[in-house]
């Protein structure tokens, strides 16, 4: 799975979020201090709403106004619409949080073909980083009951990918079209955080964390030169032979 990867699991998804918020904070810390700013990309669905809401709460140091946020996939919709990975985000922390929107990179949907709004994301990372494969401080991801993860799914080529950093899918569900960072882009960050929860997750962490299905985008996260966190609630890692279960504290 990588050279350093871990598993840590809660007895429900607040203690699990709490766990993502104190690496957030660590990491940001360490990076400001080491780099003068903290690249995070992030996810969308309904598992972060949690992480997101208990973020905005908390009164950890974040160095907000040198966080540059950016996103791990994004929606071919409006920016307004309730599936746009932008607007959740947008409605449970960038807005709560006070960042400023010159440090939020999102994924322009409006007024672009699909193919014209990945390259335009591939080249404001390309802007950002001042590299070919960007490096990431923190990716936070979700994983799909497919075994998809950002918007990389099974059963396609997408995730193969090499020569880009962001790329337009055509992806069977819903909505179809989407916008996704790639596996060398995902692979080269410091840290990446999967988030999972809840016992329709079960099986495929399973086949993600033990059985590392190379068929799932989600089982071939694995970064080369950073460390790969697994954070589940009991339920989903209730397949799992693992036993550091429970409210426990991991160092990040």
């Known amino acids: 799975m990588g050279n350093d990867s871990k598993t840590v699991i809660f007895d429900d998804l607040q203690s699990a979020a709490d766990y993502i918020i104190d690496c957030w904070s660590q990491t940001a810390l360490s990076a400001v201090r080491l780099r003068g700013v903290f690249s995070v990309a992030l996810s969308g ?6 992480l ?4 905005c709460l908390s009164e950890k140091p974040f160095v907000w106004d040198k966080t540059h946020i950016f996103f791990a996939d994004e929606r071919f919709v409006p920016e307004n619409s309730p599936e746009s990975t932008y607007h959740l985000v947008g409605h449970h922390l960038l807005s709560r949080a006070g960042i400023s929107p010159g440090n939020v990179h999102r994924v322009i949907t409006r007024d672009v073909s699909l193919e014209d709004a990945a390259r335009t994301y591939d080249r404001e990372l390309g802007d ?3 590299d070919s494969v960007p490096r990431f401080d923190l990716i936070l991801l979700g994983v799909g009951a497919d075994g998809h993860t950002a918007s990389l799914f099974p059963g396609t080529n997408d995730h193969r990918e090499v020569g880009r950093r962001a790329i337009p899918v055509i992806a069977g569900a819903v909505p179809p079209e989407r916008i996704s960072l790639t596996l060398r882009v995902i692979n080269n960050a410091r840290h990446v955080i999967m988030f999972a929860a809840g016992r329709s997750k079960a099986k495929i962490m399973q086949e ?3 059985q590392r299905n190379a068929a799932l985008p989600a089982a071939r996260v694995a970064p080369h030169a950073g460390e790969l966190i697994f954070v589940l609630d009991a339920e989903a890692a209730s397949l799992l032979k693992q036993t ?3 409210n426990r504290r991991f160092d990040c």
């Not at 669905?45 to 949690?50: A, D, E, F, M, Y």
């Not at 997101?52 to 973020?55: A, E, H, K, P, S």
Request: net charge positive.
């Open 208 to 210: 993600v964390v033990e």
């Open 128 to 130: 950002f980083f001042k």
């Open 52 to 55: 997101y809401d208990r973020l």
């Open 244 to 246: 550091n279960t429970g």
């Open 45 to 50: 669905g309904k598992t972060p709403i949690v």
